[in-house]
């Protein structure tokens, strides 16, 4: 009969990464998200070979010490867990403890380190889980994490990676979610030795949507906020007469965290009805803010679904906002032609195509 056996820990990492880390996409991801909850200010991201032959986080966070560069690489180790009952409470992008070892098992990883308390850095490098003595080094307060040859150890999944400019289109996809759900952040990000995005810090939000999207989009943009005391909405909408024929270009963001919510999507579209063509979608980019505890984000290791203790009343919250905006505003003046000047296929200006040629072609295959 077949024997039980406990599975060594680097396969289980491997296992996991398989959840986590389905393409580079996922490692920007979960590499910006650690440096946003370590309180950066500047984060900056290098790429080469559309992620797999490099990815380059660095940040000017809290950093780490050298006793803690271990843990950091272990499953299931995290800073932002103090206790148990913070599961229902979470306030963070990450909280699972997964994400560095799931890395750490597929690729060639370096981890350099410093606290504003030390003199001196550390640096831990790990080689397809294989792990080395933490060594010190030399490095400005913050965390530098490099991923090299990413899935050199997993063939499988090296095989279905896609090319480098896919990749890259999923890498800037990314990178957009966070930086829109981080105004206050300076973002950067670079395609080897081509800058894509410096984006400094901004208090008005719709100067990041712009940056990102063109005039056409920025000035279209519709303010919209609502405050019942739990379920704050707030952010902006498009003018009815600039949509999509589909509905990649609705930012969902809820508690600063980027979901997908089919429902609240749904509620979107009800709130444009009459106001839209059949078959061409609102654009949103909307910050929903409630309690955590009203909310479930342990519900995939990506973290893009949530569940609501109460989703009616956020469904109607969203949908009642936008209504009462429409409603109280004249929109006959606003319903006209779209602009002459071409867009691509998921709305992103092409006047804006210096930051946006590496994603332009590859849209179509973004989440």
């Not at 810090?201 to 005039?215: C, D, H």
């Amino acid at each position: 009969m077949p024997i039980i056996r406990q599975l060594p820990p680097n396969l289980v990492n491997q296992i996991a990464a398989g959840e986590v880390i389905e393409r580079p996409a996922s490692v920007v991801k979960e590499l910006l998200e650690n440096s946003i909850d370590a309180g950066s200010h500047r984060v900056e991201v290098t790429v080469n070979g559309g992620g797999s032959e490099l990815i380059r986080v660095a940040d000017d966070g809290c950093g780490m010490t050298a006793d803690q560069l271990p843990l950091a690489i272990s499953s299931h180790a995290t800073s932002k867990l103090p206790d148990d009952d913070s599961l229902f409470h979470v306030q963070t992008l990450g909280f699972r403890g997964e994400a560095i070892a799931s890395i750490a098992s597929v690729s060639q990883l370096t981890i350099r380190s410093r606290t504003e308390n030390c003199d001196g850095g550390s640096e831990i490098v790990v080689r397809g889980g294989a792990v080395e003595a933490p060594a010190p080094c030399g490095c400005p307060v913050g965390t530098v994490i490099e991923v090299r040859n990413l899935f050199f150890n997993t063939p499988v999944r090296h095989r279905f990676m896609r090319s480098a400019q896919t990749e890259n289109g999923h890498i800037v996809e990314a990178f957009t979610r966070l930086a829109l759900a981080n105004p206050h952040v300076h973002m950067v990000l670079r395609s080897g030795e081509r800058m894509l995005y410096d984006l400094p810090p901004t208090t008005q939000w719709s100067q990041r949507i712009t940056a990102f999207f063109g005039e056409e989009i920025g000035q279209s943009l519709i303010r919209i906020n609502s405050d019942d005391s739990e379920v704050k909405v707030s952010g902006y909408v498009c003018d009815p007469s600039v949509s999509r024929g589909n509905a990649r270009m609705q930012y969902l963001f809820l508690n600063g965290r980027h979901i997908r919510d089919r429902a609240l999507q749904h509620a979107l579209g009800e709130a444009y009805r009459g106001l839209l063509m059949v078959g061409r979608f609102p654009i949103c980019f909307m910050q929903l803010s409630m309690p955590p505890e009203l909310i479930d984000v342990n519900v995939h290791p990506t973290k893009l679904e949530v569940r609501f203790t109460d989703s009616g009343r956020v469904y109607a919250r969203l949908l009642q906002t936008l209504r009462h905006h429409f409603l109280s505003t004249d929109m006959t003046m606003r319903v006209g032609p779209l602009p002459a000047h071409t867009t691509t296929s998921d709305g992103r200006a092409l006047n804006q195509a210096s930051a946006h040629d590496l994603a332009t072609s590859t849209t179509a295959t973004l989440p």
